[in-house]
Each structure stands twice: as structure tokens, then as C-alpha cells.
Antibody, heavy 120, light 110 residues
């Protein structure tokens, strides 16, 4: 059974760093892309970026380029979304999702989401 | 850059048919596939239509997708509405460098 399991909810202060994770199982982790999607409370879905764990090829939405880092450790089938300095505006639910390619294929499996709250 | 515009909300009665539109602002809707995702409250999204009009296994045939080049739009049609269809629906497409989601449509079945 394909599963994407994300790390738990986080409460952070502005300026702190954060790393959230997404562990894949039940499929060949290096053969599919993992994307990240932001959902601000009460708002819609926003595509942030995507990584191919097989070779770490990474693409970003222009809106998120330079704001976050996306990485993957294929030895433990885990992708990461990282912030070096959080802002209150980063408060949102973050989903990881699997895709067969960088852009054209749908996200066929999703993680359960990680809620990030940034507040002083 | 392009945007996908959806109606903010639609409502219909159980058993009826509803159509949700998704209009692409620039570039042809027919050039790049459109996917549709359903998101129930408190849950992660799931795919209901991919590649314009394909249904994943497990999605009932009450869900169908189409594209209309004349209006540069994609549509999601749900027939025989059930209360369980009440959810937010998002279209999504792409170009050579990014994926884009529509703003989402809240479907109320009342």
C-alpha cells in the first residue's frame, strides 16, 4: 500500500528554522516525484515545488523560490521542506504528494498534512 | 504566467447535476492536462479526474471531466449528487515551468 506519512504539527516563533518531513512507503521512492503544497487556513491550494528523489532534481514555483528548501534522503525514503527563518505568514497546512513527473501527471497520493503555526 | 479561475461556490440539491468551471487566463486549455481534486473538510485532497477526463479507480462514474477550447475552460460535472459530494474542488494544470491550482469551488449539496 502506497503511503506518505508526514511529521507532526509544529509551533514555532518568527525567525526560527524548521524542517518538516514526508516519508514514502509501499513504492519505489526514487521513481516518483514528491511535491509540496501549501494551504493557508481557510484558503486554497498553492503549489510550492517538487523534487525527484532519484537525482534530487528540484523545481520551484516562482512564489516560493528562495523562501524554502526542498530536499530528499533516498536512503530513508524521506523528503523534506525546510525554512531557515520562519515568518508569521508561513502559518499553514503543508501537504506532500506523489507524482509520476514534474508537472503533467496528477498528484495520486497525498500525505496527511503538517500544520505549521508561527506565532510570537 | 497563467491563472485558473473557478467560481467561489456552487450549490445544488441531492440527485441533481452540477458543473464546476475552470477558466485558463492565457495559453490554450487543450495544451496541458487538467486535473481535479476533491477536498473534504479536515482531509487531504484526492484526485477525482486526471488528464482532462480520466477517472482514477474507485471514483464513481458520476464524476466526469471535459475541456472546451472555445471558452478556454475545463469543467467537472457531478451527476446524481449525494451529500457526501459536499466538498471543495480544485482544478490544476501546468505549463513548462510550474503547476497552478485554481482558487477552489465550495460545493454545497442541500
Amino acid at each position: 500500500e502506497v503511503q506518505l506519512v508526514q511529521s507532526g504539527a509544529e509551533v514555532k516563533k518568527p525567525g526560527e528554522s524548521l524542517n518538516i518531513s514526508c516519508k514514502g512507503s509501499g513504492y519505489s521512492f526514487t521513481s516518483y516525484w514528491i511535491g509540496w503544497v501549501r494551504q493557508i487556513p481557510g484558503k486554497g491550494l498553492e503549489w510550492m515545488g517538487i523534487i525527484y528523489p532519484g537525482d534530487s532534481d528540484t523545481r520551484f514555483s516562482p512564489s516560493f523560490q528562495g523562501q524554502v528548501t526542498i530536499s530528499a534522503d533516498k536512503s530513508i525514503s524521506t523528503a523534506y521542506l525546510q525554512w531557515s527563518s520562519l515568518k508569521a505568514s508561513d502559518t499553514a497546512m503543508y501537504y506532500c504528494a506523489r507524482s509520476e513527473d514534474g508537472y503533467a501527471s496528477p498528484f495520486d497520493y497525498w500525505g496527511q498534512g503538517t500544520l505549521v503555526t508561527v506565532s510570537s | 504566467n497563467f491563472m485558473l479561475t473557478q467560481p467561489h461556490s456552487v450549490s445544488e440539491s441531492p440527485g441533481k447535476t452540477v458543473t464546476i468551471s475552470c477558466t485558463r487566463s492565457s495559453g490554450s486549455i487543450a495544451t496541458n492536462f487538467v486535473q481535479w481534486y476533491q477536498q473534504r473538510p479536515g482531509s487531504a485532497p484526492t484526485t477525482v479526474i486526471y488528464e482532462d477526463n480520466q477517472r482514477p479507480s474507485g471514483v464513481p462514474d458520476r464524476f466526469s471531466g471535459s475541456i472546451d477550447s472555445s471558452s478556454n475552460s475545463a469543467s467537472l460535472t457531478i451527476s446524481g449528487l449525494k451529500t457526501e459530494d459536499e466538498a471543495d474542488y480544485y482544478c490544476q494544470s501546468y505549463d513548462s515551468s510550474k503547476r497552478v491550482f485554481g482558487g477552489g469551488t465550495k460545493l454545497t449539496v442541500l
